[in-house]
């Protein structure tokens, strides 16, 4: 009975391509992110939704576009992909009711390799 | 803005040592603090949490306080096991902030 769950767990695919991966929760959650760990276990937030709406997007190459559908999914997209964007994806979401005191639930992460 | 400092890893101790993983942070008014696990190919969980000063946050025999005097929340444990090792990461999520902004993560392993 998974909370945030992202497909898929890895993903190889040379330069040049285009990928997606994609996000869905079931916790009825309003706030959905993607953040991105470094090899280094560097966590550096990239994108946020709030109910389908684009409320942080930090500076990452416009190569990277997130997609809601609806608040339960948060998919990313990534075109032309290069050799640097090889690193784990968490998706994670959180309960937007007492906002700054709600801990974020995160998916289980995709591998991102990008040769 | 906001920040959170932990200790650089990485950590190595013996089972059943005494761990302390520290954390202190800056923020804009009075911050909830948090503590995350990250086990191996895995996504991260929360450890503990404390949403007010002087609050003890507490679970699986980790604790950790959250001092607004010293802004710092560092995390112990009296005992640890082979299973605890992992990467920790303290974070914190002020009032006006629509995300939580994480410290650089310490790696624990723990020896039999």
């Known amino acids: 009975d998974t909370a945030v769950s992202q497909t898929p767990k890895y993903l190889v695919t040379q330069m040049g391509n285009d990928k997606s991966i994609k996000c869905e929760q079931n916790?009825?959650?309003?706030?959905m992110y993607w953040y991105k760990q470094d090899s280094k276990k560097f966590l550096k937030i990239m994108f946020s939704y709030n109910n389908k709406e684009l409320i942080i997007n930090e500076t990452v190459p416009n190569r990277f576009s997130p997609k809601s559908p609806d608040k339960a999914h948060l998919n990313l997209h990534i075109n032309s992909l290069e050799l640097g964007d090889s690193a784990v994806y968490f998706c994670a979401s959180r309960e937007d009711r007492g906002l700054y005191n709600s801990p974020l639930h995160f998916g289980n992460g995709t591998r991102l390799t990008v040769t | 803005g906001d920040s959170v400092t932990q200790m650089e890893g990485p950590v190595t101790l013996s089972e059943e040592a005494f761990l302390t993983i520290n954390c202190t942070y800056t923020a804009t008014g009075y911050p909830s603090l948090f503590w995350y696990v990250q086990y191996p190919g895995e996504g991260l969980q929360l450890l503990l949490k404390?949403?007010?000063?002087?609050d003890k946050g507490s679970n699986k025999g980790f604790e950790a306080t959250y001092r607004k005097e010293t802004t710092s929340f560092h995390l112990e444990k009296g005992s640890v096991q082979v299973s605890d090792s992992a990467v920790y990461f303290c974070a914190l999520s002020s009032g006006s902030a629509r995300q939580l902004t994480f410290g650089s993560g310490t790696q624990l392993t723990v020896l039999p």
């Open positions: 916790l009825g959650h309003d706030t």
């Open positions: 404390a949403t007010k000063a002087d």
